[in-house]
């Protein structure tokens, strides 16, 4: 593997990066009051958001958040692996968001297109990626209530999808912390799924097993 370097032998990805940063310092002295605060004050954030590592799909870009309003746990197809599962990562800031953070809204966010969710599909060949082939085994119930409803194969991946947000909830009722949070209406939980094409969010009505537009909650 060769990578691509500018004249004086910088890496272009990493060239790009450091003019990122260039631009965002500028942009950090400009609010320097909103740094120094958010620096001293503590973090309050009003959301955990669990979403998939998935570079086009950005949370604090779809909620339009500022600095220190989105507690996020990013993996690879929005995983929520259940309590006692062998996987202490998710587990570890969902208590930290709502034992300290004092968050009371969690959101499991999927996206169409999710590569995640696609990969169990495409079978891992074995020894190979044994990481990758842990992790998207976590989507394997989605996959199996799929097939078993017959879903026509044109619409399987995007069945599998909303599937999965709805088994990642269930997951999330695993953990204690949440268990009574919401049993004492103290914490809700909201499945969502953001379509990469048209911007739009729809959200999962436990009660009614429906899906409808985000912002159709607010027009009720
Ligand atoms: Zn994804």
């Given at each position: 593997?060769?990578?691509?370097t500018?004249e004086?032998?910088i890496?272009?990805d990493?060239?790009?990066?450091m003019?990122?940063?260039q631009?965002?310092?500028?942009k950090?002295?400009?609010?320097?009051?909103?740094y120094?605060?958010?620096?001293?004050s503590g973090?309050?954030?009003k959301?955990l958001?669990?979403?998939?590592c998935?570079?086009?799909?950005?949370?604090?870009?779809?909620?339009?958040a500022?600095p220190?309003?989105?507690?996020?746990?990013r993996?690879?197809?929005?995983?929520?692996?259940?309590?006692?599962?062998?996987?202490?990562?998710?587990?570890a800031?969902?208590?930290?968001?709502?034992?300290?953070?004092?968050?009371?809204?969690?959101v499991?966010?999927?996206?169409?297109?999710c590569g995640g969710?696609?990969?169990?599909?495409?079978p891992i060949?074995?020894g190979q990626?044994a990481h990758?082939?842990?992790?998207v085994?976590?989507?394997?119930p989605?996959?199996?209530?799929?097939r078993?409803?017959g879903i026509?194969p044109q619409?399987?991946?995007m069945?599998?999808?909303?599937?999965?947000?709805?088994f990642?909830?269930?997951n999330?009722?695993t953990?204690?912390?949440?268990?009574?949070?919401?049993?004492?209406g103290?914490?809700?939980?909201?499945?969502?799924?953001?379509?990469?094409e048209?911007?739009?969010?729809?959200v999962?009505?436990?009660?009614?097993?429906e899906?409808?537009?985000?912002?159709a909650e607010?027009a009720?």
């Amino acid at each position: 593997m060769t990578t691509k370097t500018d004249e004086d032998g910088i890496d272009l990805d990493i060239k790009d990066a450091m003019e990122g940063y260039q631009r965002f310092r500028r942009k950090f002295d400009q609010d320097k009051a909103f740094y120094s605060r958010l620096a001293t004050s503590g973090q309050k954030p009003k959301l955990l958001w669990i979403g998939c590592c998935d570079s086009r799909v950005v949370p604090s870009q779809i909620m339009s958040a500022d600095p220190g309003e989105l507690f996020e746990i990013r993996n690879i197809a929005n995983c929520v692996p259940p309590s006692g599962a062998d996987e202490d990562s998710v587990g570890a800031a969902i208590e930290y968001a709502l034992g300290h953070l004092g968050i009371d809204d969690i959101v499991v966010c999927g996206h169409t297109g999710c590569g995640g969710i696609q990969a169990l599909l495409e079978p891992i060949p074995p020894g190979q990626e044994a990481h990758l082939g842990r992790w998207v085994d976590y989507t394997r119930p989605a996959h199996d209530l799929v097939r078993a409803a017959g879903i026509e194969p044109q619409n399987q991946l995007m069945a599998t999808i909303a599937a999965h947000i709805q088994f990642q909830l269930d997951n999330l009722m695993t953990y204690e912390i949440v268990r009574r949070g919401v049993e004492e209406g103290r914490v809700g939980l909201h499945g969502w799924l953001y379509d990469m094409e048209s911007g739009e969010v729809v959200v999962y009505d436990r009660i009614s097993g429906e899906w409808r537009e985000l912002l159709a909650e607010a027009a009720e």
